[in-house]
């Protein structure tokens, strides 16, 4: 699986080159800038990208309008969006196109190699990998305003938060310790409660959840 | 104008009945006008009937009289902010009977205009001190009016300034008697007379006593008096001829207040760490203030300009009059009394403008006066600010110290002990290494809060309006962020607008109990506004906690304002004011 990386800082992109070849990724290329990252998934396209949202040279948000324009370019092309920080305002942006292939996440979680590595193939794969963070605010927003999630039983918010996260009912089950047939009794559950057409696709589920999370 | 920018001032609109609490002496129905003791009460009149809407300058923390400077063209608020317009707009009374109505959210038409309809507020942007700042009426109706008025006016003027010279006396009694007694014993003792024994040295002893009685208990109280009753007169001479004369008081020394004096907006004993002023320091403090000689000089002036001035055309007319129903008339005589009965009611007006006139010279504080109080003010907003920095890095330092310094220490002792396990026992050193990169995660996370605290990521990345609506995103209530910012504010008043809002959200979530929360930004006419308003209880008082305060604080070091309508059931108001230039980005993505 080829990789393109951009990541100002040497020793993390020294490091995530590294974590990714141990893991059997192949590093196409890595970059430390938002137009030679432009240029790089241009000449030849990765299966995914991992890119930085804070680049030079600005130093800001250089890194996500890259990303967004190479989707924009390339449609389709899986991209991991690492960060210092998480922000929903970015995570909208990012999922705004309605589309799979898109991952945010904070840089911390590179500590854990099989956990990212993971996140990394799924959304190689068309899939998402939201940061734990990102759910977490999302629902604490959902929860105060007496909505349909006050209807969930906490195991059921549990389940709601991992999917949302972007994980498939097998990642769920092995995560909570339960069989996958009561993770997908669960998801129909919650499907129920929350009004929204049950999906057998994992991915059009995540992005159906976090849309009315978002809403 | 445009000079002297004094601090907070809050501003708050009281709804009437059925929107928001409603007393009797603070909304008598009815009246053109209201007086408060705080400062400055206007009010307007909305399209119907029923409809008002008051807007109530009260004095900024400890600093009373500095408002009215700030009205007098200062500060502006946008009317047109959908926030200020559901205030605005609640202040209808629903209409056939209904209880409740939904707050519209389209302005009203017309708008709100002022009293007297002198002005239409339509704009976009209409500044209120422009509105603030009464006129009068011209053409021949006003003409008539001013003349028909002229009398009742007069004999205000005049009695207030018949009250004047009372109270230049009762001033002026004990230090008078004094200086008397001592010029006329303690001068020719110390020239060589020796101490005569006198007869009336026990009735010299008791006139020393009483002046003395007069000096320690009463001057204090008259000099405020003589404060309160230029101020009345100020008022009355901008209600009736549109002279504003600006107020340029010393505040008293911070923390304290005057003895019957309280900021508007607390309740009284509601001040928290305000000091009754003692005899000396209020003397002082009253004394030292050239406003009070000027007040003092102009009551001197009014006692004998007055009476001639007010009550010369009241002459003329009654010589008129005389002349006129005289018995044995001939045409001159009565061509006398027309003419004079003519001069005094076309000079009657004149006469009171005059006077107007004169007491603003007399009464307007000098550029120095002025320039003095900018001098203090931006003295204080520097110290508040410098302050606020300091306690700002003393948290940073504590924040990192007690965290992630704590956990990189631990972390660095755990990896130490399973350095030493790692050939002995695995499963032991695996678990210490686990356990120090969950330490590291936590480090990280903690680091990553105190970065947001210091200076938020998306504001860096972003600007001010993405940042707001990032924050917006967070908060646990419903946030809708209205308008836009064509650049970027400077970045220290960006970092200080986007803490206020962060300030404001919590307490929207904390305090208010809100569903929902309405953000709107925009920057016009030089400044950039910021209107935040909750459907929550209402009741914030600036004066109560520090939130509101510390963020009064920070927008005072850019000489920017924070306003406040929030009556007990709500909704709250809050109108940010900052004064700044966008700086237009250059052309990028």
């Not at chain 1, 977490?136 to 007496?146: G, I, M, T, V």
């Not at chain 1, 310790?177 to 997908?184: C, D, G, L, Q, S």
């Not at chain 2, 308008?483 to 300030?503: K, T």
Request: some cysteine; charged content about 20%; aromatic content about 4%.
């Amino acid at each position: 699986m080829r990789v393109v990386i951009a990541e100002d800082l040497f020793l993390l992109r020294d490091g995530l080159i590294r974590l990714l070849e141990a893991y059997g990724f192949e590093v196409a290329a890595a970059v430390d800038n938002g137009a030679d990252f432009l240029d790089a998934v241009r000449s030849g396209r990765p299966d995914v990208a991992v890119v930085d949202v804070r680049l030079p040279p600005s130093f800001t948000d250089e890194g996500l309008r890259a990303a967004l324009q190479a989707r924009a370019e390339l449609p389709g092309l899986p991209i991991l969006v690492l960060s210092q920080y998480v922000e929903q305002l970015y995570a909208r942006e990012l999922l705004a196109s309605g589309a799979g292939g898109v991952g945010y996440l904070l840089k911390d979680r590179v500590l854990d190699g099989a956990q990212f590595t993971e996140a990394v193939r799924r959304v190689a794969d068309g899939g998402t990998a939201m940061d734990p963070e990102v759910i977490a605010r999302l629902l604490a927003r959902n929860e105060s305003a007496a909505g349909p999630l006050a209807r969930l039983s906490p195991r059921e918010r549990e389940v709601l938060g991992l999917m949302a996260e972007g994980r498939s009912n097998a990642a769920i089950a092995q995560r909570l310790f339960v069989t996958e047939r009561a993770i997908a009794k669960h998801t129909a559950a919650i499907f129920a409660k929350l009004d929204l057409q049950p999906s057998d696709d994992d991915n059009r589920r995540v992005l159906a959840v976090l849309a009315h999370l978002g809403r | 104008m445009g000079l002297v920018r004094p601090t907070a001032m809050v501003r708050r609109v009281v709804l009437p009945a059925p929107f928001g609490p409603t007393r009797a002496t603070m909304w008598p129905p009815g009246m053109p006008s209201v007086q408060s003791r705080s400062a400055q009460v206007r009010r307007y009149r909305l399209p119907g009937a029923a409809d008002s809407m008051t807007f109530m300058s009260g004095y900024g923390r400890n600093r009373p009289g500095l408002c009215d400077i700030r009205l007098s063209g200062m500060l502006e608020v946008d009317l047109d902010t959908p926030c200020f317009r559901g205030a605005a707009t609640l202040c209808r009374r629903p209409a056939g009977g209904q209880t409740e109505g939904t707050p519209r959210t389209k302005p009203l038409p017309g708008a709100v205009d002022v009293e007297k309809k002198r002005m239409r507020m339509n704009g976009p942007v209409v500044p209120v001190t422009s509105a603030l700042v009464p006129g009068t009426r011209r053409g021949v109706r006003g003409g008539l009016l001013a003349v028909v008025l002229a009398p009742v006016r007069a004999m205000a003027l005049l009695g207030l300034a018949l009250a004047g010279a009372v109270l230049l006396l009762v001033v002026a009694v004990g230090p008078l008697v004094l200086s008397l007694l001592i010029l006329g014993h303690v001068v020719p003792d110390l020239l060589g007379h020796g101490i005569a024994t006198r007869e009336d040295g026990g009735r010299d002893l008791l006139v020393v006593l009483i002046a003395l009685a007069c000096c320690r208990f009463v001057l204090p109280a008259a000099l405020l008096a003589v404060r309160r009753l230029t101020m009345l007169t100020r008022r009355l001479l901008a209600r009736w001829y549109g002279v504003t004369i600006r107020l340029a008081y010393q505040p008293p020394p911070a923390g304290t207040r005057p003895a019957g004096t309280r900021p508007a907006g607390t309740r009284p004993g509601g001040m928290p760490g305000s000091v009754r002023l003692g005899y000396r320091q209020r003397m002082t403090w009253l004394l030292s203030d050239a406003a009070t000689w000027r007040d003092l000089c102009w009551l001197a002036v009014s006692a004998v300009v007055g009476p001639l001035l007010l009550l010369g055309p009241l002459v003329l007319a009654v010589g008129g009059a005389c002349a006129f129903g005289a018995t044995n008339l001939n045409g001159l005589d009565r061509t006398a009394g027309v003419v004079l009965l003519v001069l005094a009611l076309g000079g009657a007006p004149w006469a009171l403008r005059a006077y107007a006139n004169l007491a603003r010279l007399m009464l307007a504080p000098s550029e120095q006066a002025e320039l003095e109080l900018r001098v203090a003010y931006l003295a204080q907003t520097r110290q508040e600010s410098l302050e606020t920095g300091a306690a700002e890095l003393r948290r940073i330092e504590r924040d990192l110290h007690d965290g992630a310094q704590a956990r990189l220490i631990a972390m660095g002792l755990t990896l130490d002990a399973a350095g030493r396990l790692i050939d002995s026992d695995q499963a032991a050193a695996r678990a210490l290494l686990i356990e120090a990169r969950d330490a590291s995660a936590k480090a990280l996370a903690e680091l990553r809060d105190l970065v947001r605290g210091v200076h938020p990521p998306v504001l860096a990345d972003r600007g001010l309006a993405d940042a707001v609506r990032a924050l917006a995103l967070d908060a646990p209530v419903r946030v809708r962020v209205t308008g836009a910012l064509a650049g970027r504010p400077p970045a220290p008043v960006e970092s200080a607008v986007y803490f206020a809002v962060s300030e404001l959200l919590a307490n929207v979530t904390k305090h208010a109990g809100a569903r929902f929360a309405e953000i709107d930004l925009r920057h016009s006419s030089g400044a950039l506004r910021i209107g935040v308003r909750d459907d929550g209880a209402g009741g914030a008082d600036p004066s109560r906690g520090t939130g509101l305060l510390g963020v009064e604080r920070r927008l005072a070091a850019f000489d920017g304002v924070l306003a406040i309508s929030s009556p007990a059931g709500g909704p709250t108001v809050i109108t940010m004011e900052v004064p700044c230039a966008l700086e237009v980005p250059c052309a990028s993505s």
